[in-house]
Structures are given as structure tokens and as C-alpha cells.
Nanobody
Framework: QVQLVESGGGLVQAGESLRVFCEAS????????MGWYRQAPGKQREMVALRNSGIAYYADSVKGRFTISRDNAKNMVTLQMNSLKPEDTAVYYC??????????WGRGTQVTVPS
């Protein structure tokens, strides 16, 4: 059974950096797309960054501050978050998607940037 496990969230001050990690277990097959979404209190879940076939996609709100990277050999995806702002506060969810393997979500990791 495929599982996504996130780690690396926490509380940081505005302007600081944080890195969150996600590893997919239960399959040796490589997902077509892996990425990160986030959900702030009272808001809908939104895409933050995706990595698909070597191409990275970012939400406008994080462009230039966040970087997504993948380790395809390990089915891992990392989100480096720089210059964090209070509005980045959310639960960050890892997603893995593939037409053959299906769509999977992690349980989420909290990122808090106090105002």
C-alpha cells in the first residue's frame, strides 16, 4: 500500500527558511507528478508547487521564494521555503499522482509563521 509521509514542518519567524520533506513508500514505481499543497484555516486547499517530468510549477504567491525538488530514485519530494511570511502559515500536504498508480495524499505537516 502506498503511503506518503511528510516531515520537516515547524514554527519559524517571518523571513526565515524551512524545508519540508515527503517520501512515498509501498511502491518502487515512480509517480508522474509529486508536489505540495497547503490549507490554511478557513481556506480551501491550494497548490503550492508541483514537479512533473522535470518541470516545476509554482503558485504565484510562492514564486521566487519556494523551490521544489525530487529524488526520483527514492520517490521523494522536498520543498525549500525561503523568506517565509505569515500568510504561508498552513498545513502542507504532499501529493503523488500517476495515471497508473493513482492519487495519494500525506497527512500533512504544520508550518507556522507568526505575524
Amino acid at each position: 500500500q502506498v503511503q506518503l509521509v511528510e516531515s520537516g514542518g515547524g514554527l519559524v519567524q517571518a523571513g526565515e527558511s524551512l524545508r519540508v520533506f515527503c517520501e512515498a513508500s509501498g511502491t518502487m514505481m515512480r509517480f508522474n507528478t509529486m508536489g505540495w499543497y497547503r490549507q490554511a484555516p478557513g481556506k480551501q486547499r491550494e497548490m503550492v508547487a508541483l514537479r512533473n517530468s522535470g518541470i516545476a510549477y509554482y503558485a504565484d504567491s510562492v514564486k521566487g521564494r519556494f523551490t521544489i525538488s525530487r529524488d526520483n530514485a527514492k520517490n521523494m519530494v522536498t520543498l525549500q521555503m525561503n523568506s517565509l511570511k505569515p500568510e504561508d502559515t498552513a498545513v502542507y500536504y504532499c501529493n503523488a499522482n500517476d495515471p497508473s498508480l493513482g492519487d495519494y495524499w500525506g497527512r500533512g505537516t504544520q508550518v507556522t509563521v507568526p505575524s
